[in-house]
């Protein structure tokens, strides 16, 4: 649009620029997200390993659509507990266990039925693997390798198998609460795995691991100690963010026009982007006015 007029340089200066980022997750966001129930998989997995090989597939998918109704452990009791009230909605989320994900119970409380985290669990259960625990948090430079308890020698629990979860938020100190919330990473027979896609340098990682068996989980092992990935001596700053576009400018009243400009994260960063800077030059007349903007990164 040609600008001639003062009135019209005026409104220039107070151009809203929204600026929208798609952001990509980083590397470590993406491959942590929970796929189905993994719990529930390796229950299933545990019930049919001794099963001949001809015979597994279809214990299998039977194990896994049967309903799973007596998870192990109790419910929380009564309003005294230590569940937040919040998370007791007044809600009909379940009518058994089998309706939760993973080793989540079907528990009433005083104005609801919901999923609730099994308590009990902690002192050794027949008939359940013991509690592992994470022993060692390694970087292999490529990889991290994590390593954990295997059940004690003698105790029988049938074929057990694990399955993995990690925490982690980017950050030179270690903050607790940026944490995010527990993500599967895999299920294994091992008790030692290294995880390639985990190997994200400048964030903190926390790991814990559940034994499964055929009648479920004891739960999940304490979190691991906090581990750091360094970042190394050399990181090389984002590339350039691509899809660059504006739209066509819009009165939005007698005194605006709004243009949207919006972009995509840069293809490749170490680190996860926090800030854009987004340089806009202004041509009224002869003149040319330039114009810088910090704008956060949307994660
Ligand atoms: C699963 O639980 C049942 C009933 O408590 C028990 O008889 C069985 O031995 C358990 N399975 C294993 C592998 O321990």
Known sequence: MPCRSRSCSV?????LVLSTAIFAAAAADAVAASVGDLVRDARCFAKCYRQIAAEQP??????????????????PVGDLDSVASLDRPCLEQCNSDDFC????????????????????????????PDVPNVVA??????ALVVEWSAPFPGTSAGHVTYVVQERHHVGAAYVPERMTTWAMVTRTDRTREQFRQLHAPGRWFQFRVAAINENGTSGYSPPSDQFFVEIGPHVDPPGPPQDLM??????????????????????????????????ISVRDGPHVYHKRNVVPAVS
């Open 11 to 15: 409104s220039l200066q107070r151009y």
């Open 58 to 75: 279809k214990c299998y998918s039977g194990c896994l659509n049967e309903r799973w109704i007596n998870k192990p452990g109790e419910c």
């Open 101 to 128: 994900q993973a080793e989540y119970k079907c528990c009433r409380h005083s104005c609801g039925i919901t999923c609730q985290q099994p308590v009990g669990l902690a002192e050794h259960r027949p008939g359940l």
């Open 246 to 279: 504006v739209s066509s400018l819009k009165w939005t009243n007698k005194d605006y026009q709004q243009c949207v400009l919006s972009w995509k994260p840069p293809a490749e960063s170490v680190l996860p982007v926090r800030k854009y800077k987004v340089f």
């Open 137 to 142: 948090v390694s970087d292999y430079g490529k």
